[in-house]
């Protein structure tokens, strides 16, 4: 095994110095964040944001508050679709809704919702199974301008196709067009998909529980975790679930290693659909 370069090593110290400095003054904590993944972007705000070292890009974070948003920019960045692995979708259509519709009232969480996508997809698959006037959705990120911009409902028109094939794949009742406006190369989805949506501020690293949910979709979010952290998320999800409530994750996680592991039970195990025991 070949040793790291003393000029890596020095990288690794800037980094963690720069995780703490983040962590101490703004209160973001991506201290047990999967070092290659997190090494990986800062690598790039680094060179994007013009900095010839970390510890440099550590001194504007400190004394620039307008740094902030822009490395934020850079650490929660995930590329995401709507209906993003159609067979997911479908599997809450049809397996998960017959569940839900048993309950008079629903509440629905996007854990990490970037720019709304997944949020946009939750809220049209439950408008077409006549779920949504009784659904109060979630949708929380770290990044207030993802937030934003997942408020705003607004993508850009390149990007349709593919949302409508997805949604197609996924088992839609209608026509995506049906929910939105195109104009200037962009889309703009109906306002009255957010009429039922919360969106707010959350970590999974650092905040707690804050509702009782009846599904939890928290997807390719925390393959960034290290297994610590993963098992901080997976706690928090499994006290934030009502009895016999749902938990969706991303393609490539799993439950399987995870502490938690026996408060849930597999649901529909190909798509990371997976079932709070009832204890």
Same mark, same amino acid.
């Given at each position: ?53 970390? #510890?440099?890009?550590? $001194? ?19 590329? @995401? ?23 008079? @009232?629903?509440?629905?969480?996007? *854990?990490?919702? @970037? ?16 779920? $949504? /006037? ?43 067009? /049906?929910?939105?406006?195109? *104009? ?15 969106? #707010? ?49 991303? *393609? ?28």
């Amino acid at each position: 095994m070949t040793a790291p370069h003393p000029s890596e090593k020095i990288e690794d110290i800037e980094i963690r110095l720069l995780l703490e400095a983040l962590f101490l003054k703004y209160h973001y904590d991506f201290r047990n964040y999967a070092m290659a993944s997190i090494k990986r972007r800062l690598k790039q705000a680094r060179e994007q944001l013009g900095f010839a070292t970390f #510890s440099a890009l550590q $001194e504007s974070l400190l004394h620039d508050p307008a740094m902030l948003p822009r490395l934020l920019g850079f650490l929660t960045v995930q590329v @995401s679709e709507m209906f993003r692995d159609p067979t997911y979708f479908k599997a809450i259509r049809e397996k998960v809704v017959p569940h839900l519709r048993t309950y008079p @009232s629903l509440k629905v969480w996007i *854990a990490g919702c @970037s720019g709304g996508e997944e949020l946009y997809s939750l809220a049209i698959l439950f408008r077409e199974e006549g779920l $949504e /006037d009784r659904t109060l959705f979630y949708a929380t990120d770290i990044n207030q301008d993802a937030l934003n911009a997942a408020e705003s409902g607004i993508f850009s028109l390149d990007r349709v196709p593919l949302f409508t094939e997805n949604h197609r794949r996924s088992g839609g009742l209608s026509s995506l067009s /049906d929910y939105y406006q195109a *104009a200037y190369g962009r889309v703009s989805f109906d306002k009255s998909l957010r009429r039922n949506v919360v969106f #707010s501020d959350h970590s999974l690293v650092t905040d707690a529980v804050f509702g009782e949910m009846h599904l939890i979709s928290c997807r390719n979010v925390m393959i960034y975790f290290d297994r610590d952290l993963q098992d901080r998320a997976l706690g928090l999800f499994k006290d934030s679930l009502a009895r016999k409530g749902f938990l969706g994750l991303g *393609a490539k996680e799993s439950l399987r290693f995870s502490r938690h592991a026996g408060a849930f039970a597999d649901f529909v195990r190909e798509d990371r659909i997976y079932q709070r025991r009832d204890e």
